[in-house]
């Protein structure tokens, strides 16, 4: 069965959903988007994901054109639709077709059910190796559809035999170019950047669960101190928490995923309904 997609005010079916040669995302990157997961049927954080997307469309000026109320409507009415359990979803709207970039008269708004790829049982049991490399998102805060560097950096992930890659300005630690990024001080801190970031919903979620039980500091966090952590990983909806074991060659702690970490890892899980990958 082709499954459908929501493009501006109509449901068609996927191979048919086609927007102009002209719309701003093409001829200029200028869109936004939000993506969430699905437990079974079940938007996982939808209200995050969508107070997200609302920020995200409200900072580039861009009108969504629905309420929450609609927007939640639509979504509900595609995954009945659709019918494909524990999908993501993706929110994108853009700039539609080409203006004068002052005014946005007719955005494109698409909604899609799309697969992603969990972590690998090995990410998750052993962990992964990061490179650094020094870069800032445009824009932190706004969840742009703009992952140029993240794709031009592909084949020097290859060339290191890295998984992923942290950005950093001037030695500061940012974000990696789909997660954000914590890492665990020798007294069992929690510490992530505060600032110049896209505010994770994971992120946020393993926040608010360490603060539960332990330290959490948003600050700064230079590229020496997290090369001399104890612990690290990285979080994003599609991956949860994936432990940091290697930056830049170096071990971080004793180069295995930490017991701080594993507890996060099974904690995020369980409060989010999701048993196992
Ligand atoms: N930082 C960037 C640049 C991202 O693109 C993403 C997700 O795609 C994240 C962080 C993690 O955000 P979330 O936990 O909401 O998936």
């Not at 191979?15 to 938007?43: C, H, M, T, W």
């Not at 109320?69 to 659709?82: A, M, S």
């Not at 919903?201 to 590229?223: D, H, P, Y």
């Amino acid at each position: 069965m082709p499954r459908l997609v929501y493009l501006n005010d109509q449901f068609i079916h996927e191979e048919k959903a086609a927007i102009s040669y002209l719309d701003l995302s093409f001829q200029r990157g200028y869109a936004v988007f939000d993506f969430f997961r699905l437990v079974g049927n079940e938007p996982l954080h939808l209200e995050d994901h969508l107070d997200r997307f609302y920020f995200s469309a409200a900072e580039l000026r861009l009108p969504v054109g629905k309420t929450r109320d609609e927007l939640k409507q639509i979504i509900k009415e595609l995954l009945w639709e659709n019918e494909i359990p524990n999908t993501g979803v993706r929110l994108q709207l853009s700039g539609g077709e080409y203006s004068n970039g002052a005014e946005f008269i007719s955005p494109t708004l698409i909604i899609s059910q799309v697969e992603f790829t969990p972590p690998s049982l090995s990410m998750l049991e052993e962990g992964i190796q990061i490179i650094s490399y020094p870069h800032q998102r445009q824009l932190p805060q706004v969840k742009s559809t703009d992952y140029l560097m993240s794709i031009w950096l592909q084949p020097l992930l290859t060339q290191k035999k890295a998984d992923d890659i942290v950005y950093h300005t001037s030695g500061l630690i940012r974000e990696c170019p789909r997660s954000n990024f914590f890492i665990v001080s020798a007294t069992e801190k929690l510490i992530t950047p505060g600032d110049q970031v896209l505010k994770g919903i994971t992120r946020m979620k393993v926040i608010q669960l360490a603060s539960m039980s332990g330290m959490v500091e948003e600050r700064e966090i230079t590229l020496e101190e997290a090369l001399n952590a104890k612990e690290a990983f990285i979080t994003s909806t599609t991956r949860q928490i994936v432990p940091v074991v290697q930056i830049d060659g170096k071990p971080i702690g004793y180069g295995k995923p930490g017991r701080v970490t594993k507890d996060l890892m099974r904690e995020l899980r369980r409060h989010c309904g999701i048993e196992s990958e």
